[in-house]
């Protein structure tokens, strides 16, 4: 407890932090097609190891501490993450994820933000106890990737910021990956800053592919949930996107006549197996597998 008191104070008047990429999870690769075309997507990750629970900085507290990690993705690459783990002090019961841009080597606008309750499965494994805190992997099955595009030539920088009701993210002084750590709270006016020499413990996971075009990298943030589904799914689109046909076709060709309603689609009478549901858009159309159990 004394410890991580220490370093969330250090935290508020430093510059620098650091970071890692070691491990690389065996995703099976798969396909997806977006406007008639398949592409072919690889397992990629990356990762800032435990340094044997040596800190921690505490989420939210008398500071309204924020904090944000950042996720590199190289050029001419789109990153899906499917998996993200992060290691906390104290044992939480929500999270939220919020994505964003970098402007100036910090968190800049947001893209994207979900949440435990609706946008991703939540697993616990408890990995020790230091500074009289139990300490926890937590590891988020995001119902749909989020997509990260690499600009053209030099490659792109994301943030991602963990809000939850643990106690505190742990921290190490071990390693850098990219950036380091970035913190916002009451003593550093509201605003983003780098802290120089610690990074937050986490992991990201998914397939990398070629960068797709302006339309084909909106219509890639279409999600569709859960998946497999037993009687109601969601899709959810961009709001720039808007939906003009909707079609959910089995494996014998066959149009089930699915409609979509208010973001549902009711499936609960189809029999089960795979199907094909394509969404076509203003934007382009998209083709995803869709399991009924």
């Given amino acids: 407890m004394k410890k ?34 398949q592409i072919f997507m ?18 939210g507290g008398a500071t309204n501490q924020r904090l944000a990690v950042d996720i590199a993705v190289a050029a001419d690459v789109e990153f899906s993450i499917e998996t993200i783990t992060v290691n906390v002090a104290g044992q939480a019961t929500n999270f939220t994820l919020i994505f964003y841009d970098d402007v100036a080597g910090l968190p800049g606008n947001e893209i994207l933000t979900l949440d435990s309750v609706i946008d991703f499965t939540v697993g616990e494994v408890l990995i020790g106890n230091n500074f009289g805190f139990d300490f926890y992997t ?6 749909s990737p989020v997509p990260l595009a690499g600009m053209t030539g030099t490659g792109s920088t994301f943030w991602m910021e963990v809000v939850s009701d643990a106690v505190a993210w742990e921290a ?14 009451d003593n550093s006016g509201g605003v983003w800053s780098i802290s120089p020499t610690t990074e937050l413990v986490y992991s990201v996971a998914g397939q990398c592919n070629p960068v797709l075009g302006i339309g084909d990298n909106i219509l ?10 037993s009687d109601i799914l969601n899709v959810k689109v961009p709001a720039s996107v808007q939906i003009n046909e909707v079609s959910l076709i089995d ?10 309603a208010n973001g549902t689609i009711d499936v609960s009478n189809l029999s ?17 597998k869709i399991v009924k159990k």
């Fill in 138 to 143: 937590y590891t988020f099955g995001l119902l």
């Fill in 172 to 185: 190490t002084t071990a390693v850098i990956n990219g950036l380091p750590l970035a913190f916002n709270n």
């Fill in 42 to 59: 690889d397992p990629c990750s990356s990762q800032v190891p435990s340094n044997a629970l040596e800190n921690g900085l505490f989420f």
């Fill in 272 to 288: 089960k197996g795979i199907y094909m549901l394509t969404l076509n858009t203003t934007t382009g159309s998209v083709t995803k």
């Fill in 251 to 260: 494996l014998l060709g066959r149009n089930t006549g699915a409609v979509l």
């Fill in 220 to 229: 890639s943030f279409v999600t569709v949930y859960p998946n497999p589904i």
């Fill in 4 to 37: 991580i008191t220490l370093l969330l104070a250090l935290a508020i008047s430093s510059t620098a932090f650091s970071q890692i990429s070691l491990v690389e999870l065996n995703v099976p690769s798969e396909t997806v097609t977006i406007n008639q075309n």
